[in-house]
Antibody, heavy 117, light 111 residues
Framework: QVQLQESGPGLVKPSETLSLTCTVSGDSISGYFWTWIRQPPGKGLEWIGDIYYTGNTNYSPPLKGRVTISVDTSKNQFSLKLSSVTAADTAVYFC???????????WGQGILVTASS | QSALTQPASVSGSPGQSITISCIGTRSDVGGHRYVSWYQQHPGKAPKLLIYDGTNRPSGVSDRFSGSTSGNTASLTISGLQAEDEADYYCRSYTSSTFHVTFGGGTKLTVL
């Protein structure tokens, strides 16, 4: 059974960088796209960006410039960095796997990150 | 503002059928088959219900079905059950840029 687990600080100060890692277990990270999605409290899902296991990335235009997604195949992990955070970046952050038919078939449980001083 | 338009809410009684629409453009929903649908219960991660517009992953009830016509994708839930009360999201991407968008979400209330 494939499992994804987000980890990282739950509190980030404004203007600092949010850093999260998604650890994949039960299958290799190779061969798939991996994605980060966030959900502000009480709001809908927002795509942040995704990465192929080879390292090719694609970012949401509103966040491009602040977002970096990377992959470490040796650790079966991929990571998110979001710089210059503001209160508007407060959200539950999810990592997910995109299957070969374009569906997000496995998700992490989500991690709440609050941007506050 | 979401690039994919969903109704904010729908409702139905147990046993009835409901349909949730997801309106895009020919650059996304109308341009390829890669539309997927997700169910999210409060405090939980979303769950994949439909991929490729019409296909169900194994383990998903056949009460859930997807369809596409032109620039509109639809999710139909038949035989409504209390457990179907949740938020539902569609997802697609723009053919030229592969930028992903989600619909704004639809809250389903089972009366």
């Amino acid at each position: 059974q494939v499992q994804l687990q987000e980890s990282g600080p739950g509190l980030v100060k404004p203007s600092e960088t949010l850093s999260l890692t998604c650890t994949v277990s039960g299958d290799s990270i190779s061969g798939y796209f991996w994605t980060w999605i966030r959900q502000p409290p009480g709001k809908g899902l927002e795509w942040i960006g995704d990465i192929y296991y080879t390292g090719n990335t694609n970012y949401s235009p509103p966040l491009k410039g602040r977002v970096t997604i990377s992959v470490d195949t040796s650790k079966n992990q991929f990571s998110l960095k979001l710089s210059s955070v503001t209160a508007a970046d407060t959200a539950v952050y999810f990592c997910a796997r995109e299957n070969r038919e374009g569906g997000l078939d496995y998700w992490g449980q989500g991690i709440l990150v609050t941007a506050s001083s | 503002q979401s690039a994919l338009t969903q109704p904010a809410s729908v409702s139905g009684s147990p046993g009835q059928s409901i349909t949730i629409s997801c309106i895009g453009t020919r650059s996304d929903v109308g341009g390829h088959r890669y539309v997927s649908w997700y169910q999210q219960h409060p405090g939980k991660a979303p769950k994949l219900l439909i991929y490729d517009g019409t296909n169900r992953p194994s383990g998903v009830s056949d009460r859930f079905s997807g369809s596409t016509s032109g620039n509109t994708a639809s999710l139909t839930i038949s035989g409504l059950q209390a457990e179907d009360e949740a938020d539902y999201y569609c997802r697609s991407y723009t053919s030229s840029t592969f930028h992903v968008t989600f619909g704004g979400g639809t809250k389903l209330t089972v009366l």
